[in-house]
Nanobody
């Protein structure tokens, strides 16, 4: 599975961005898909996932109610809609995929990674 993430940029606090992750080599509907992020000087952390069936999503507490993960099977793309952005959301965001079933929130549970896209939120 090859993943390409894009859509990052500079935004003011309170603003919105939508990240996209285009997949090839495998359909997103046959994968668990997730977004992780890594802030400067910090470890990569889980942000959101949509399970393989597409019937469930899960978010880290700090983004609940602000971020929404979704997928478009026709475009073979996964999105992360980010609203009410905060400076602490500043990070490089990575999309990830895995062929497994069930809820997967650990870095080691994902076998395929895209390149990161930088999101910078100014105060």
């Amino acid at each position: 599975v090859q993943l390409q993430a894009f859509g990052g940029g500079l935004v003011q606090a309170g603003g919105s961005l939508r990240l996209s992750c285009a997949a090839s080599g495998r359909t997103v509907s046959s994968c668990a898909m997730a977004w992780f992020r890594q802030a400067p000087g910090k470890e990569r952390e889980f942000v959101a996932t949509i399970i393989r069936s597409g019937l469930g999503t899960y978010y880290t507490d700090s983004v609940k109610g602000r971020f929404t993960i979704s997928r478009d099977n026709a475009k073979n793309t996964v999105y992360l809609q980010m609203n009410s952005l905060k400076p602490e959301d500043t990070a490089v965001y990575y999309c990830a995929a895995d062929l497994g079933f069930g809820l997967r929130i650990g870095i080691n549970e994902y076998g395929y990674w895209g390149q990161g896209t930088l999101v910078t939120v100014s105060s």
